[in-house]
C-alpha cells in the first residue's frame, strides 16, 4: 500500500493514465498485506504492535496530504478492482517482503496494466464533488480534473498538531466528512549516510517526536516499469525510533535477476489516518511527512 511511486508520480503528476497508474500503486504497493488496525472515525491515528509482527493500517487512503517543504493534496476513487500483483515472501518484525509475480503479457498490453498473464484497463476515476480542505493558514477547494484531485503549493499549510477537516460535497462518491491530524516534520539524521547491502542488515531511525503518529518505511528495489520486482515495507509506532530489516530479507529483496536497472529513491514516512464513510463506502485520509533518500555508494549489480 506508497508513495511507492514511478519517477513521475510526484508532486503535481497530472493526466489520465498518469494518475491512474499512480494510484494503482500507491493502493497495491502500500497496502496489499493490510492485515488489521483501523483508526477511529474521526481520524485518530491506527494503534497496533510494532515488533511482535506486521500490523499494517486497512485500506489504501483516497486522499493523501504530503508536506516536506512544499504541501501536496491528492485524492483518487475508483471502483475498479485489480488483483494484487504481489505475494508475500517473508516477515520478520515488522516487516514485510513481497515479489511481484512474473510480467506474462507479452507486448499485449502496452495501453494497460500488466498482472501475472492478464492486461487490465487503467482505473477510471470517480468524482466525489468538490473537496474543501481546511484547518492550516488557508482553506483549499479542489475540484476533479481528469479523475483525479490534485493541489501543490511550494510552502507548507499545516502546523504540527493541526487538525485538518476534509468535506466533499458528493458526487459519485457521496457526500462525507472526515478529519486528521497534521503531524511533525520527520527528521531522520544520517539517513544519507546508510548504505544497503545484500545480506546485510538495514538500519533506519528518526527523531521520535510524535507520539501518536506511525513511521513507514518502504524499499524498491527497482524503479523501471509498472511495478517494483521486489519490495520491502516496515510500519511502526512512532515512539520505536528506528527499523531494522533483517540481512536475509535483504538478500532475498535483490536475489530477482536484473534487479536496479533503476535503483530506486526509497521512501521513510511519518503519518497520521483518519477514517469516515461516504454512503456505505470507507474514505481514508492520510497526512504525511516524507524523508527520501537514496541508500546506494552504487548499483547492488
Avoid: K
Avoid at 277 to 296: C, K, M
Wanted: one cysteine or more; charged letters at 20%.
Amino acid at each position: 500500500m506508497v508513495s511507492a511511486q514511478t519517477r513521475d508520480c510526484g508532486a503535481g503528476a497530472s493526466g489520465t493514465i498518469l494518475a491512474a497508474l499512480c494510484s494503482v500503486r500507491r493502493l497495491l504497493l502500500l497496502f496489499a498485506v493490510a492485515a488489521c488496525g483501523g483508526g477511529d472515525e474521526r481520524g485518530q491515528p491506527d494503534a497496533g504492535p510494532d515488533a511482535s509482527g506486521p500490523s499494517f493500517p486497512a485500506g489504501e487512503p483516497d486522499v493523501r496530504i504530503t508536506q516536506r517543504v512544499g504541501t501536496d493534496i491528492y485524492g483518487f476513487w475508483t471502483d475498479d478492482a485489480l488483483p494484487d500483483p504481489y505475494h508475500v515472501v517473508a516477515e520478520s518484525g515488522p516487516c514485510v517482503l513481497r515479489e511481484r509475480e512474473p510480467y506474462g503479457c507479452g507486448l499485449q498490453c502496452d495501453d494497460g496494466i500488466c498482472i501475472a498473464d492478464s492486461c487490465y484497463s487503467y482505473p477510471v476515476g470517480l468524482s466525489a464533488g468538490r473537496l474543501s480542505v481546511s484547518g492550516g493558514t488557508h482553506p483549499v477547494e479542489i475540484d476533479p480534473q481528469e479523475g483525479a484531485y490534485s493541489y501543490f503549493q511550494d510552502s507548507a499549510i499545516f502546523a504540527a498538531g493541526d487538525q485538518i477537516a476534509i468535506s466533499a460535497a458528493g458526487d459519485e462518491v457521496p457526500a462525507f466528512e472526515i478529519e486528521t491530524r497534521a503531524v511533525a516534520e520527520l527528521e531522520a539524521p544520517g539517513i544519507d549516510d546508510v548504505v544497503l547491502v545484500p545480506g546485510e542488515d538495514f538500519r533506519v531511525s528518526w527523531t521520535a517526536d510524535d507520539a501518536d503518529s506511525r513511521v513507514r518505511l518502504l524499499l524498491e528495489s527497482d524503479q523501471h516499469g509498472q511495478f517494483s520486482p521486489t519490495v520491502i515495507e516496515c510500519d511502526v509506532v512512532d515512539g520505536a525510533g528506528s527499523i531494522t530489516v533483517p540481512g536475509d530479507m535483504i538478500e532475498a529483496f535483490w536475489a530477482t535477476p536484473g534487479q536496479c536497472g533503476e535503483c530506486a529513491v526509497q521512501r521513510l514516512a511519518r503519518y497520521s489516518r483518519g477514517q469516515a464513510t461516504a454512503g456505505e463506502r470507507p474514505v481514508v485520509i492520510e497526512e504525511t511527512s516524507v524523508v527520501n533518500f537514496y541508500p546506494y555508494d552504487r548499483p547492488p549489480y
